[in-house]
């Protein structure tokens, strides 16, 4: 799946079952931006569907920043790092502020406060497959036969004047596309399932206080000596989908020695504390 195929009706489809009667795109209900959820007495009680979409939304957000890794897809990202001279004794080891990176635009070394180009490093040399460093924004060169020789003439001469300090500030410019949406393969499928399950939860809060409402665990009425009572097994304190709740919350988080979604996916995407030797 893709990032836009992540949308309300997958949400309903994939997580929202035996909750929702839900209306198909295209009708009167859909485009009213309207969904829908049988309720007691065979009412029915309507949920805006941007509640879903925003929910999913929050969802992409929350994991960007728990895991580090970008998923939304950014094309021409433009930053600046330190010229350093250990780092530029490593094959210009460049350590990108977003990852994982789907392709390096242009990659070189600027002087002075217009940025004059010194040395734009051609394609060939620039490293970011190997050991998964596309994966964490890591980027090397490694020097060609005649790499050198794309220097400009004019500002060639002040590199090592530049540089003797073993220090240069934003001398090092990166141009760059990131974002797992933009690999041209599919989103992890486990992060899919995460999303979802995330985006689940403050619906699902909404939805069990629409049920019987806020704070209520159980409804009476009577008319002419006829009585009827509706109950839930969960407190006043408790949505009626508490259940539900928990259910994905333990797959998220994790239970009983079972380790959680949110623990593995940081395993895999979180970028590791990586030095230099």
């Keep these: 799946m893709k990032l836009k195929d992540l949308t309300e009706q997958w949400l309903i489809r994939e997580h929202f079952f035996n909750i929702y009667k839900v209306e198909t795109e295209g009708s009167s209900g859909w485009n009213k931006g309207e969904v829908y959820l049988p309720a007691p007495q065979d009412q029915t009680e309507r949920l805006p569907k941007v509640v879903l979409q925003n929910a ?8 960007e920043m728990d895991l580090g890794a970008r998923i939304r897809y950014v094309e021409q990202h433009e930053e600046h790092h330190p010229y350093d001279m250990d780092l530029y004794n490593h094959y210009v080891y460049t350590k990108l502020r977003f990852y994982p990176v789907v392709r390096i635009r242009e990659l070189q070394l600027v002087y002075g406060k217009d940025g004059q180009v010194i040395w734009d490093i051609p394609q060939e040399a620039i490293q970011t497959n190997r050991d998964r460093n596309d994966k ?3 980027v090397n060169v ?5 790499t050198h020789e794309t220097m400009d003439p004019a500002y060639a001469a002040l590199f090592p004047a530049a540089i003797s300090a ?4 934003n001398m090092v410019r990166v141009l760059y596309d990131y974002g797992m949406d933009g690999s041209g393969e599919h989103l992890d499928p486990f992060l899919v399932r995460a999303i979802g399950l995330s985006a689940s939860l403050h619906p ?4 069990g206080d629409i049920v019987l409402g806020a704070g209520i ?3 009476s009425g009577g008319v002419d000596g006829v009585n009827m009572s509706v109950n839930t097994t ?9 259940a539900r709740i928990r259910m994905y919350e333990r797959e998220l988080l994790g239970a009983q020695g079972v380790e959680g979604a949110i623990s593995k996916l940081r395993k895999e995407w ?3 504390a990586l030095g230099l030797l």
């Design 270 to 272: 979180r970028r590791p």
């Design 56 to 63: 999913i939304d929050a969802a992409v957000n929350m994991y």
């Design 142 to 146: 490694l020097p060609q036969w005649g």
């Design 217 to 219: 665990a159980s409804i």
């Design 234 to 242: 969960s407190s006043a304190e408790n949505s009626a989908y508490s």
């Design 204 to 207: 699902f809060n909404i939805l």
């Design 136 to 138: 964490f924004g890591i």
């Design 166 to 169: 073993g220090y240069a500030p």
